[in-house]
């Protein structure tokens, strides 16, 4: 079974996560511009970020054979420094039409301030007028009201439910979400999001129409591996193997491959040799030969599927 | 023709009408808007706008890149590359801002764009401008972003101070690039670089590691002394390649004791000699 990671911060992750991702079977991940885990000072930062996540962290990322992709975007937490957040604005025009980029994103509300509300319209009015697909971020604390509260925001800025993805949801959210047309994204994150047996249990509820799942694995305690292990989870305990694929797999690709950045043919019948940018070569590895043989090997089982 | 026209002519030739057409009014809104951000949305979209493709050249486009600027090799270019760059020289009238909007570009660029802005340095108005940009790239990990600078593009040869020319030799030794595509190898081999490479060639030994017989092709013209030396271990106990190798740097050697050693590999000498030993076949049998 081939999986994606539709949201994780491999800048934050080392060689070895890729490694086990990619012997997984994580063909394919998305990884969403956020903050750093504490605040930047200044928009040269910021920028060099944004830089490094269609640069280097693509690079790095093939060399283990995984198909990186990225969602660009000014972070609710940031929002709150107007100084900064306004330089920031300027500087999203220049990334967000680049080769990969699948989405403006994760935006959205943390402390649900003014400041936050004001940038999350405004990037909602570039991705209408750039025709983009958007990756909600929803808030940890005052949760349902912030989620309810982003996707009204995000008709009323006339983006279409089908182009947004609310992330980042549980039992009191999902409803909602559904309801509204939008996609409803699970971030499987220990202690403080989604165990998987919960997930599970929501996968028997609402099916697998519009449901996706995502480790936003990064520099906190987290599972860079919780798609497959969920997926194998949800298939051990008895969910349809199709259903799997959907929440796993097909949806996050049918949602982020909107708008032709993020393909299937990518990874099923990936070019020899990328003669552009020689993404063979092999510089991390440091004269380890590259993984990309070895792409849709699963090991037989992962061990600790459960997470709480 | 110029290599602005060229492009354009090549481009047009191969991509579907509306490809071009977009093509050519996003470079006439480049030159005319004055707005940077136009040039930065043009230069994203070239990938989803024309394609990756190949760029389709004759022998006969390989020489009219040549008789344009001299040494300007797009063999292996894509069209988006080419795109890119053609972008890029839609400002050439005006150099300063096409100095300062590439500054711009490569800072936000990803990988693709990256290769294409440094395969487009010698294409450039005002050349020495562009010596820091390309030193900086040079210090970069990712391969392709080395080899658009240091193969196949003559801005190196004619540019870079000898200490920045060598180190890109001694790196693309380093990350394994062929040393052959390197555009004036031969003509700015120098003393210090010959010694950087004959340690290089120990380190290598010292850890058991195999050691790149295009090495000697620049150490060559300055052997003398300890560096005849090594390159008579490599005569008697290399590789077939490396020993090849040898044999023709002791031949490119001025120092007259080169000879003698020469002399003791008698087949080497003699295919050294009668031509039919070259570096290309050193390389294509390495």
């Given at each position: 079974m081939k999986f994606i990671d539709p949201h994780i911060h491999m800048s934050a992750r080392t060689t070895?996560?890729?490694?086990?991702?990619?012997?997984?079977?994580?063909?394919?991940?998305?990884?969403?511009?956020?903050?750093l885990g504490q605040p930047r000072t200044n928009a040269g930062s910021y920028m060099d970020y944004l830089s490094s996540l269609v640069g280097w962290e693509r690079f790095r990322a093939a060399q283990f054979g995984i198909h990186h992709y990225c969602a660009i975007g000014l972070n609710a937490k940031e929002a709150n420094n107007v100084a900064l957040a306004e330089e920031v604005m300027a500087l999203l025009p220049?990334?967000?039409?680049?080769?990969?980029?699948?989405?403006?994103?994760?935006?959205?509300?943390?402390?649900?301030?003014?400041?936050?509300?004001?940038?999350?319209?405004?990037?909602?009015?570039?991705?209408?007028?750039?025709?983009?697909?958007v990756m909600v971020h929803t808030p940890h604390r005052d949760k349902k009201t912030g989620t309810i509260r982003s996707m009204q925001i995000a008709v009323e800025q006339g983006l279409a439910p089908g182009r947004v993805i609310i992330d980042h949801n549980n039992e009191e959210t999902v409803e909602d979400v559904l309801d509204r047309g939008f996609w409803a994204a699970f971030t499987l994150y220990p202690h403080t999001k989604m165990g998987n047996e919960r997930m599970v249990e929501i996968a028997r509820r609402y099916g697998s129409e519009r449901i996706i799942i995502d480790s936003s694995s990064d520099w906190g305690v987290s599972d860079p591996l919780a798609v497959p292990k969920t997926a194998r989870l949800m298939?051990?305990?008895?969910?349809?193997?199709?259903?799997?694929?959907?929440?796993?797999?097909?949806?996050?690709?049918?949602?982020?491959?909107q708008t032709g950045q993020m393909a299937e043919k990518h990874w099923l019948d990936p070019a020899a040799i990328d003669q552009r940018t020689l993404f063979e070569g092999n510089s991390v590895l440091r004269g380890q030969q590259p993984r990309i043989d070895e792409l849709q090997q699963i090991p037989e089982r992962i061990k600790d599927l459960v997470f709480k | 023709?110029?290599?602005?026209?060229?492009?354009?002519?090549?481009?047009?030739?191969?991509?579907?009408?509306?490809?071009?057409?977009?093509?050519?009014?996003?470079?006439?809104?480049?030159?005319?808007?004055?707005?940077?951000?136009?040039?930065?949305?043009?230069?994203?979209?070239?990938?989803?706008?024309?394609?990756?493709?190949?760029?389709?050249?004759?022998?006969?486009?390989?020489?009219?890149?040549?008789?344009?600027?001299?040494?300007?090799?797009?063999?292996?270019?894509?069209?988006?590359?080419?795109?890119?760059?053609?972008?890029?020289?839609?400002?050439?009238?005006?150099?300063?801002?096409?100095?300062?909007?590439?500054?711009?570009?490569?800072?936000?660029?990803?990988?693709?764009?990256?290769?294409?802005?440094?395969r487009g340095l010698p294409l450039y108005p005002e050349q020495p401008r562009y010596l820091a940009r390309a030193t900086e790239g040079l210090r970069t990990n990712i391969k392709g972003v080395f080899e658009a600078i240091a193969l196949r593009n003559p801005y190196p040869s004619e540019q870079f101070p000898q200490a920045a020319w060598n180190q890109m030799v001694l790196k693309a030794l380093f990350v394994g690039s062929a040393?052959?595509?390197?555009?004036?190898?031969?003509?700015?081999?120098?003393?210090?670089?010959?010694?950087?490479?004959?340690?290089?060639?120990?380190?290598?030994?010292?850890?058991?590691?195999?050691?790149?017989?295009?090495?000697?092709?620049?150490?060559?013209?300055?052997?003398?002394?300890?560096?005849?030396?090594?390159?008579?271990?490599?005569?008697?106990?290399?590789?077939?390649?490396?020993?090849?190798?040898?044999?023709?740097?002791?031949?490119?050697?001025?120092?007259?004791?080169?000879?003698?050693?020469?002399?003791?590999?008698?087949?080497?000498?003699?295919?050294?000699?009668?031509?039919?030993?070259?570096?290309?076949?050193?390389?294509?049998?390495?």
């Open positions: 070895d996560d890729y490694e086990r991702m990619a012997a997984a079977g994580i063909v394919a991940l998305i990884e969403p511009a956020f903050w220049r990334y967000l039409l680049k080769e990969g980029v699948v989405a403006l994103g994760e935006i959205g509300f943390d402390d649900q301030t003014a400041a936050e509300e004001k940038y999350y319209r405004a990037q909602l009015d570039m991705a209408k007028e750039l025709d983009m697909v298939l051990e305990r008895g969910i349809a193997a199709q259903d799997v694929e959907k929440i796993s797999y097909r949806n996050a690709l049918a949602a982020y491959g | 023709m110029t290599p602005l026209e060229l492009l354009t002519r090549w481009l047009a030739r191969q991509l579907p009408a509306d490809a071009a057409a977009w093509l050519q009014k996003s470079s006439a809104q480049t030159r005319s808007s004055g707005k940077d951000a136009d040039l930065y949305f043009a230069v994203s979209l070239v990938a989803r706008k024309l394609g990756k493709a190949d760029l389709v050249l004759s022998d006969a486009d390989l020489r009219d890149a040549n008789a344009s600027r001299t040494g300007w090799d797009p063999r292996d270019w894509s069209a988006d590359q080419a795109a890119r760059v053609l972008l890029v020289l839609a400002l050439e009238q005006d150099p300063q801002r096409l100095a300062r909007a590439l500054d711009q570009l490569c800072n936000s660029a990803d990988v693709s764009e990256l290769v294409a802005f440094y040393l052959w595509p390197i555009v004036g190898l031969d003509r700015r081999a120098n003393a210090e670089l010959a010694r950087m490479l004959c340690d290089y060639a120990h380190e290598r030994w010292s850890a058991g590691r195999p050691v790149s017989p295009e090495l000697w092709r620049c150490v060559g013209p300055h052997a003398s002394g300890t560096m005849l030396k090594d390159l008579e271990r490599v005569l008697k106990e290399g590789t077939d390649p490396e020993r090849r190798a040898a044999a023709l740097a002791l031949r490119a050697s001025p120092d007259p004791a080169a000879a003698p050693m020469l002399q003791r590999d008698a087949a080497l000498a003699k295919a050294v000699a009668g031509g039919e030993l070259t570096w290309e076949r050193v390389v294509a049998a390495a």
